[in-house]
C-alpha cells in the first residue's frame, strides 16, 4: 500500500504563530496563564498547553489576574475594549490574515457599506468579523441563503478566511446576482486553499484519504468533506489509534493530509500507524519502511560529505596538506558524532518521538546504534591511517563529546546554572553542536599537516579557520533550534532561541554571517589564511545569507529539507575551495 503525505499537510503560519506567541509568553511571565477560549481548534495540542499550564477559558471574567491569550481566530472589537479594563496582560495571537479581514470588515462598515461574510454563522472567526461591522453584518453559508438577504444598496463580500474556495465562489455568484454591483474581495487564506486545491487534485490518484485534525476544526472537516466529493472514501481522525484496519482493505494508495491546527507530529504518528496496518493487511508485501528512513538516511550522508568538504577548505585556508584520508575521517566522525547524540541525549530522543523525528526504537533504532558505533570506529581507523595526531584529535573529541552529555557539575555550580549536567545548562546546546563543526574539520585538517608531509599550520592560521568554522557550524546549529522552537518550548529545552526569543535569535544568525567575511579579510591581512581560498568562502557566507532570507520568508520550512540546505553550505565549502585552487593552478 503506497502511503503519500500532502506537501501542504500541517500547522500554517497563523496557527505557528499563535502557539508560539503563546509558549514564549508562558516562559516569560509568571502567575497563571489563560486562553480566550481554544487557542485553536486541534485536543492534542491544546493538551500540551494545558500540561504547560495553559488554562482555557470561556470568559474572561474567569481569568484571575495573570495573563490572557486572544485566540487565533479573534474577537470582537467590543470584546477587546472589554479585556483592556480588566487587571489582565493580554497576548494577541490573532492571525494576521484574519486581522487583515477585520480591517476590510471595519474599512466598509465605515463608510456606509453593507457587509456579507461568506461563512461559518458559529465560527469564532466569524463571529469576531461581524462585531467589527457595527450592525451591518449579514452571514450566509449556503447559496440558498442569499435569497434571505435583505434588500440593500451598497454591498461588501467577504468570506471566512477557510472556507472552501468552490462554495465561495458559488455563494459569491449569487451574491452578485442579487447586488450587481457588489465590492467582493477575496479573503481566502491562501495556505488552506492550497490546501484544498492540492487535495482535489491528488483525490483521484489514491483509493483512500486520511484527513489528521480536530473535528471541531472547520478546515480540517472541510477536507474530509472535499475527498468524498471528490468520490474517494475518506477517514476524519484525531489520532492513530482511531484507524482501521478493515477501512484499508483492498488499498493500494492512501493520501495522509492535515488541517492547519494539526501539529507534524501527529501525522508522522498517523504514518507510522498506516504502515504497520500496511504489514497487518499485507504482510511479505506490505510497502517497505525503507522511505520512512531513507530519505534522513541521505541527509547523514550529506551531513558527512558536509564535514568532508569543510575539512578540505579547512586544511587549504591554513596552507596545510590533505587527502581522501582526512576527508573519510572527518565525515566518518561527523556522521558518528550526531547519531551517538540521539542515544546520549535521552531527552532528545523523548523530544523526537513525541515531535517526528527520529525515533530511537525498535529494530530501526538498534541498527542505528550500529551504525553509530560503525562510524566512530571506522573514524578513530581512518584516523590512526592518517598518523597518531588525527587519531588522537578525534578521540579528544569524542571524549569532549562524552563530557558534555554525561559529566555532574559540582553542586554549587550546578545550583547557580540551574543544571546538574553540562549539557542541561540553557543555551549550551547551539555551542556544543557548532563547536563540534569545528573540532572536527579543523582539528583533522590541522593534526594531519605533519602526518602529510606539510609543515604546521601557525597559530594565527589555525585561529582564523577556527572562528570561520565555529561560525559555520553556529548559524547551521541555531537555525535549526529556532525552526524547532515551538517544540523545545513545548517540551521545556532551553535552547538558545528559548532564551533569546526568536527576533533576537534572527539578529544573532546575522549578525555571525556578517562577522565571517570580516574574519576571512583579517586572515588574508594577517598573511594566515591563503588568498584564493579566503575568497572562494565568501561564497559559502552568501549561501547562509540566501538561506536565511529563504527562512525569514518562510519559503523554507522547518524539517529534513532545511537540514539538507544548511549542510550543503558546507559540503560547497570544499567545492568552491577546490574549484578555487584548480583556478589558481590552471592560472
Not at 575521517?329 to 527520529?358: K, P, Q
Request: charge should be positive; glycine fraction near 10%.
Amino acid at each position: 500500500m503506497k502511503i503519500a503525505v500532502a506537501r501542504s499537510a500541517g500547522f500554517c503560519w497563523g496557527v505557528k504563530r499563535a502557539v508560539d506567541r503563546v509558549l514564549e509568553g508562558v516562559d516569560r511571565g509568571s502567575g497563571p496563564f489563560y486562553s480566550f477560549g481554544p487557542l485553536i481548534h486541534n485536543p492534542q495540542t491544546l493538551e500540551v498547553l494545558r500540561e504547560k499550564g495553559v488554562v482555557v477559558v470561556d470568559d474572561p471574567a474567569r481569568a484571575l489576574g495573570g495573563t490572557l491569550a486572544i485566540r487565533s481566530h479573534g474577537i470582537a472589537p467590543q470584546v477587546r475594549r472589554d479585556l483592556r479594563g480588566m487587571e489582565l496582560d493580554l497576548i494577541d495571537g490573532t492571525c494576521p490574515h484574519v486581522g487583515m479581514i477585520q480591517s476590510n470588515v471595519k474599512k466598509f462598515a465605515g463608510k456606509g457599506y453593507e457587509v456579507v461574510i461568506i461563512g461559518d454563522h458559529r465560527h469564532a472567526e466569524v463571529v469576531g468579523l461581524v462585531g467589527y461591522a457595527e450592525g451591518r453584518a449579514h452571514v450566509v453559508d449556503t447559496v440558498e441563503e442569499v435569497g434571505s438577504l435583505p434588500a440593500m444598496e451598497r454591498v461588501a463580500v467577504v468570506t471566512q478566511s477557510t472556507h472552501d474556495r468552490e462554495s465561495t465562489e458559488r455563494i459569491a455568484g449569487a451574491i452578485r446576482e442579487r447586488f450587481p454591483h457588489a465590492e467582493v474581495v477575496d479573503t481566502l487564506c491562501d495556505v488552506t486553499d492550497g490546501r484544498q486545491q492540492e487535495l482535489r487534485e491528488k483525490a483521484g490518484e489514491v483509493d483512500r484519504v486520511v484527513v489528521v485534525g480536530g473535528r471541531a476544526s472547520a478546515n480540517t472537516t472541510r477536507l474530509a468533506t472535499i475527498a468524498e466529493e471528490e468520490g474517494v472514501r475518506a477517514l476524519h481522525i484525531e489520532t492513530p489509534e482511531e484507524l482501521r484496519p478493515d477501512f484499508f482493505e483492498g488499498a493500494r494508495s492512501v493520501l495522509v493530509t492535515a488541517g492547519a491546527s494539526t501539529p507534524q507530529w501527529m501525522t508522522d504518528r498517523v504514518v507510522d500507524r498506516l504502515h504497520a496496518i500496511d504489514r497487518e493487511l499485507n504482510g511479505a508485501a506490505a510497502t517497505a519502511a525503507a522511505p520512512r528512513w531513507l530519505p534522513r538516511a541521505a541527509a547523514r550522508s550529506l551531513t558527512g560529505a558536509g564535514a568532508a568538504g569543510l575539512t578540505y577548505a579547512m586544511a587549504a585556508l591554513m596552507g596545510v596538506p590533505s587527502s581522501g584520508a582526512t576527508a573519510l575521517t572527518a565525515a566518518l566522525a561527523m556522521i558518528g558524532l550526531y547519531t551517538s547524540n540521539r542515544f546520549a541525549d535521552r531527552e532528545t530522543a523523548a523530544f523526537e518521538s513525541v515531535f517526528g523525528a527520529v525515533t530511537a526504537v525498535g529494530r530501526l533504532g538498534l541498527l542505528k546504534r550500529w551504525v553509530a558505533r560503525a562510524t566512530l570506529l571506522g573514524a578513530l581507523g581512518s584516523a590512526t591511517l592518517v598518523g597518531w595526531p588525527v587519531a588522537a584529535a578525534v578521540a579528544a573529541t569524542y571524549a569532549l563529546g562524552l563530557v558534555y552529555h554525561l559529566a555532574r557539575l559540582p553542586g554549587p555550580l550546578a545550583v547557580r546554572l540551574g543544571a546538574w549536567r553540562l549539557r542541561d545548562v540553557a543555551g549550551s546546546k547551539d555551542l556544543a553542536s557548532a563547536l563540534a563543526w569545528t573540532a572536527i574539520p579543523v582539528g583533522v585538517a590541522a593534526s594531519a599537516a605533519g602526518p602529510l608531509g606539510g609543515p604546521w599550520p601557525g597559530a594565527t592560521a589555525v585561529t582564523v579557520a577556527t572562528l570561520f568554522a565555529l561560525g559555520l557550524g553556529f548559524v547551521r546549529s541555531l537555525l535549526m533550534d529556532v525552526m524547532r522552537l515551538q517544540g523545545d518550548r513545548l517540551v521545556g529545552r532551553e535552547a538558545t532561541p528559548v532564551l533569546l526569543g526568536k527576533r533576537r535569535s534572527k539578529s544573532v544568525l546575522v549578525a555571525v554571517c556578517a562577522a565571517l567575511p570580516a574574519v576571512l579579510a583579517l586572515g588574508v591581512l594577517a598573511e594566515a589564511a591563503a588568498p584564493p581560498v579566503a575568497a572562494a568562502l565568501v561564497a559559502c557566507v552568501a549561501y547562509a545569507c540566501a538561506y536565511l532570507w529563504a527562512f525569514h520568508r518562510r519559503w523554507l520550512a522547518a524539517g529534513l529539507a532545511c537540514e539538507v540546505v544548511a549542510d550543503a553550505n558546507l559540503l560547497l565549502a570544499g567545492l568552491v575551495t577546490f574549484a578555487a585552487l584548480r583556478l589558481g593552478t590552471l592560472v
